[in-house]
T-cell receptor, first 111, second 117 residues
Framework: KQEVTQIPAALSVPEGENLVLNCSFTDSAIYNLQWFRQDPGKGLTSLLLIQSSQREQTSGRLNASLDKSSGRSTLYIAASQPGDSATYLCAVGGYGQNFVFGPGTRLSVLP | NAGVTQTPKFRVLKTGQSMTLLCAQDMNHEYMYWYRQDPGMGLRLIHYSVGEGTTAKGEVPDGYNVSRLKKQNFLLGLESAAPSQTSVYFC????????????????FGDGTRLSIL
């Protein structure tokens, strides 16, 4: 059974720092991996979707990488801003299965 | 363009009461999902539907029932609420795929916060 973990559970950084969020999964036979952002009291907003054949995806200041063999994905946020404060979740898609979600990392960017 | 709309946004129930959560989407998506989110845990799939008139069990279906009478609506019912069902419930929708549920990005509503006393 696929298990997804995200460490740390919470992270606080000063504005302007570059930062990395981690996602680990136990079964490397995945179809894709998706990163979401969740604001307090809101639903999930998709940020990046990486197919298993890809190594990374970029959108603006965000870059997500995928290493299937090691069971890891990272979300890199460049030049962080207070507006980036949110909970970031990763979700791993398996063949014929729904996404398995991690518990999230709560990010606070301090002005 | 509203996307995925969930009603109600908040609700408090007493143990044993019943209620229905409504999800509506205006993106003409075939697939719809109900999740629950609990502190320290990832979202867990309760039930899902791959088309009008069809439903299937997810990871944690016990104590819930669903119906998909119209393509745009997906209802989640609690027949006899229990304190263990206190959670935030999310509905999502996506386009269909012949490669399983996770092949397409899912679009989420803002959630229903449900407390069972």
């Amino acid at each position: 059974k696929q298990e997804v973990t995200q460490i740390p559970a919470a992270l606080s950084v000063p504005e302007g720092e570059n930062l990395v969020l981690n996602c680990s999964f136990t079964d490397s036979a995945i179809y894709n991996l998706q990163w979401f952002r969740q604001d307090p009291g809101k639903g999930l907003t998709s940020l990046l979707l990486i197919q298993s054949s890809q190594r990374e995806q970029t959108s603006g200041r965000l870059n997500a990488s995928l290493d299937k063999s090691s069971g890891r994905s990272t979300l890199y946020i460049a030049a962080s801003q207070p507006g980036d404060s949110a909970t970031y979740l990763c979700a791993v898609g398996g063949y014929g299965q729904n996404f398995v979600f991690g518990p999230g990392t709560r990010l606070s960017v301090l002005p | 363009n509203a996307g995925v709309t969930q009603t109600p946004k908040f609700r408090v129930l007493k143990t044993g009461q019943s209620m229905t959560l409504l999800c509506a989407q205006d993106m003409n998506h075939e697939y719809m999902y109900w999740y629950r989110q609990d502190p320290g845990m990832g979202l867990r799939l309760i039930h899902y539907s791959v088309g009008e008139g069809t439903t299937a069990k997810g990871e944690v279906p016990d104590g819930y029932n669903v119906s998909r009478l119209k393509k745009q609506n997906f209802l989640l019912g609690l027949e006899s609420a229990a304190p263990s069902q206190t959670s935030v419930y999310f509905c999502a929708s996506s386009y269909p795929s012949d490669r399983g549920l996770s092949n397409q990005p899912q679009h989420f509503g803002d959630g229903t916060r449900l407390s069972i006393l």
